[in-house]
């Protein structure tokens, strides 16, 4: 599993957090540091905003819930995830009639906070807690919620192609060019948003940070411009 280090120590974390009772700031403290210990990175895309590790601790969150049942236990460290996580379900159960409840919990909803929002389901689906149709009905009915956001749904659901790609590949599932062409069809087919097909530097640039993937595997697959 892929995912396997990521799951091992963020459970080490949860352990100690209960233990110690560490604030939210402590969390994200710990956390930087043994993700750096075992060559981590947090689930991301291209770009490493200086918010990343407050985003990851969606991680946190999914795995306390999915993965150990401890969510009550972490309710007031992780409040904003499971508001996230309510939002979610609201845009899913309701479409463009969620918007009022939606703003209501979280407040005015820009691109970086919907893609917050997509990211608690996205974890559970890639740590294996939920299944990718949940992510792409979400994605769908978001766009009745908030149709002003088409752009950030659009990259979302890109992000989302090229990161299953660039997994594929550290699983050893994508060894060619053709496969990895198959694939990123299959996905923007499934997704069923126009304009979600990843070209190969984004999957490259996920690849590379996010699973270390070596660079000759990866110029194997993958057309790479060069610079």
Known sequence: MVHRKRVEVVTDLIAEALEEGWDRERLKKEMYKRYEEHGISPLRGIALPPDILDKELATVY?????????DEELRDLLEFERKLERAAEAILEKGKDAREQVTSELGPIDSNLLSRIFRVV?????????????????????????????????????????????????KGEVRSRMEKEALKQSLALRVGLPKVIPDDNYIYKIAKEVFKIPEERLRKVLKVKEG
């Open 122 to 170: 996205f974890t559970s689906v890639v740590l294996g807690f939920k299944d990718e149709e949940e992510l792409i009905r979400l994605l769908h009915r978001a766009l009745e919620t908030f149709p002003d956001m088409e752009n950030t749904i659009r990259k979302y659901a890109r992000f989302y192609v090229a990161f299953r790609v660039a997994e594929a590949i550290a």
């Open 62 to 70: 999914v795995i306390s819930k999915y993965g150990l049942g401890l």
